[in-house]
């Protein structure tokens, strides 16, 4: 007797946690598309992930971890991103 109420409650227990995930519907979640040369939020954050970048940069260079002509390379690449995504902002905040 215990053993037919055993596989009851499995079945019973299957069927609960089985039946959303076969037979439910899907919904599909969508997220907003951001539009980054408008999205202020957005080249803040870049800027500030940019300016830390630099900042780790130069941090490896002075323990030794980067070459100079790496560091160099690195540097003037960081630079220009940053320097682009500060007359992006200008531009936006003029507009």
């Known amino acids: 007797m215990i053993l037919v109420y055993s596989i009851i409650l ?17 919904r599909f979640f969508h997220l907003p598309e951001i539009n980054p040369e408008n999205d202020q939020e957005y080249l803040f954050d870049e800027q500030e992930s940019l300016l830390t970048a630099l900042s780790e ?12 002509e790496d560091y160099k390379q690195q540097k003037l690449l960081l630079n220009r991103k940053y320097l682009q995504q500060k007359t992006l902002a200008a531009k936006n905040l003029l507009d």
């Open 57 to 68: 940069l130069e941090d490896e260079y002075l323990l030794g971890k980067v070459s100079k």
């Open 10 to 26: 499995i079945l019973l227990c299957v069927i609960i946690v089985g039946y959303p995930l076969f037979f439910e519907r899907l």
